[in-house]
């Protein structure tokens, strides 16, 4: 069963800085992984999404890098912003099963970026 | 494109009483999901479709839970009798095919008293 792992729960970093954000799972066995933003009270907003053959994608000040071999991606935010305050989910495609095409969601870092 | 549409933003109702949620999924989507996230339990999924046809229920609670989807515009999920540990953000979801991202709605708050 696919589990989707997401280290820290939590960080606060000042600003400008640069940071990096985990997300592990535990079957390789997927076709893709997203990254999701959600801002309180708001629903979740696409940020990329790597294909299971890709290993990075970039948009702007967001790069996200994917090994499957490992069951790991990161999310690297460069010279973090106060508007980058948000809790950032990721989600793997399930390529396996009755489920396939299924999102499993890990539970979120909340990021907090002080001015 | 309009993105995808849920109504109600917000419900309130009484225990006992029956809630539909409604979605509208962005055109040419195959795929519908249907969550639920809580502070307590976080995201969970409840039902996805493919094509219309619902492929994985096992996140639906119990039998008080349906959801439907008459046609690849539409998508209902009623709740029948509410209780109040039912109250969370309700989300609804599609993609077109599973190599393209998961858009979301903006939630259907609901509130049981």
């Known amino acids: 069963k696919q589990e989707v792992t997401q280290i820290p729960a939590a960080l606060s970093v000042p600003e400008g800085e640069n940071l990096v954000l985990n997300c592990s799972f535990t079957?390789?066995?997927?076709?893709?992984l997203q990254w999701f933003r959600q801002d309180p009270g708001k629903g979740l907003t696409s940020l990329l999404l790597i294909q299971s053959s890709q290993r990075e994608q970039t948009s702007g000040r967001l790069n996200a890098s994917l090994d499957k071999s490992s069951g790991r991606s990161t999310l690297y935010i460069a010279a973090s912003q106060p508007g980058d305050s948000a809790t950032y989910l990721c989600?793997?495609?399930?390529?396996?099963?009755?489920?396939?095409?299924?999102?499993?969601f890990g539970k979120g870092t909340k990021l907090s970026v002080k001015p | 494109d309009a993105g995808v549409i849920q109504s109600p933003r917000h419900e309130v109702t009484e225990m006992g009483q029956e809630v539909t949620l409604r979605c509208k999924p962005i055109s040419g989507h195959d795929y519908l999901f249907w969550y639920r996230q809580t502070m307590m339990r976080g995201l969970e999924l409840l039902i996805y479709?493919?094509?219309?046809?619902?492929?994985?229920d096992s996140g639906m609670p119990e039998d008080r839970f349906s959801a439907k989807m008459p046609n690849a515009s539409f998508s209902t999920l009623k709740i029948q009798p509410s209780e109040p540990r039912d109250s969370a953000v309700y989300f609804c979801?599609?993609?077109f095919g599973v190599g393209s991202p998961l858009h979301f709605g903006n939630g259907t708050r609901l509130t049981v008293t």
């Open positions: 979801a599609s993609s």
């Open positions: 989600a793997v495609r399930v390529d396996y099963g009755g489920s396939q095409g299924n999102l499993i």
């Open positions: 479709f493919n094509n219309n046809v619902p492929i994985d």
């Open positions: 079957d390789s066995a997927i076709y893709n």
